[in-house]
Nanobody
Framework: QVQVVESGGGLVQPGGSLRLSCAAS????????MEWYRQAPGKQRELVAA???????NYADSVKGRFTISRDNAKNTVYLQMNSLKPEDTAVYYC????????????????WGQGTQVTVSS
């Protein structure tokens, strides 16, 4: 079975920084893309940032210039460096491993982590 585990959330003051990590494990051969989503109370889950296995990235307009996504393919790990945090960044952040291929298992599928809380408040 594939596990996706996020870490690094917490409470930070406005203007501060946090670094989220997400590791996927479980006989993984390759992952097409790794993505960060977030969901604030009462709102829909939204894509924050994504990175392909080749290193191409895209970001939500609301985080461009403040957040940076990076990836270690050898470790099946993705990071989200969040700088200049704002109260509106408060949400549960979820990691998604998109298009996971596993050894001896046909096809690809997606896997989600359980989420990590980020709270930006003074």
């Amino acid at each position: 079975q594939v596990q996706v585990v996020e870490s690094g959330g917490g409470l930070v003051q406005p203007g501060g920084s946090l670094r989220l990590s997400c590791a996927a494990s479980g006989s993984i051969s390759s992952i097409n893309a790794m993505e960060w989503y977030r969901q604030a109370p009462g709102k829909q889950r939204e894509l924050v940032a994504a990175i392909t296995s080749g290193g191409s990235t895209n970001y939500a307009d609301s985080v461009k210039g403040r957040f940076t996504i990076s990836r270690d393919n050898a470790k099946n790990t993705v990071y989200l460096q969040m700088n200049s945090l704002k109260p509106e960044d408060t949400a549960v952040y979820y990691c998604k491993a998109d298009g996971v291929a596993r050894a001896f298992v046909p096809g690809r599928r997606d896997y989600w982590g359980q989420g990590t809380q980020v709270t930006v408040s003074s």
